[in-house]
């Protein structure tokens, strides 16, 4: 799947975190501030993020290293997912998120290119 990011909320980048929530565009209003909004160029309505598999933004590639339920079914319904850039942790996680390696904040801008494989 691809999207392509189309706002970037006020709030929606915290170094502080290694956290960004993406939603589709349909986001409501309190919403956007908090997160990076997505429109997909790309859907596959079977599609499910796995374990070791990667996501692109921009340049900057990423690999999973967990995946929590449910989150392959919000980001193909609503756009959502969470993306974490710490290590996994199984006794303190965000179930409902992806975690992903590098552990390094990527650089994001509006028009930028996502890809989910």
């Known amino acids: 799947m691809i ?16 956290i960004l929530i993406l939603f589709g565009e349909d986001a409501s209003p309190a919403i956007k501030n908090v997160s990076v909004l997505q429109s997909f160029k790309e859907k596959d309505a079977d ?3 796995k374990l070791n598999h990667t996501i ?19 980001l193909r319904a609503l756009g959502h997912v ?8 199984e006794d303190n996680f965000i179930e409902t998120s992806v975690y992903l390696t590098p552990h390094q904040l990527p ?11």
């Open 3 to 18: 999207s392509e990011i189309v706002h970037i909320g006020k709030e929606a980048v915290s170094t502080e975190e290694n």
């Open 47 to 49: 599609f499910e993020l």
């Open 56 to 74: 692109t933004i921009g340049d900057q590639v990423y690999t999973i290293t967990f995946v929590g339920e449910n989150v392959s079914a919000n």
């Open 82 to 89: 969470t993306l974490v850039f710490k290590e996994f942790d």
């Open 107 to 117: 650089h994001i801008e509006t028009g930028m290119t996502i890809t989910y494989q």
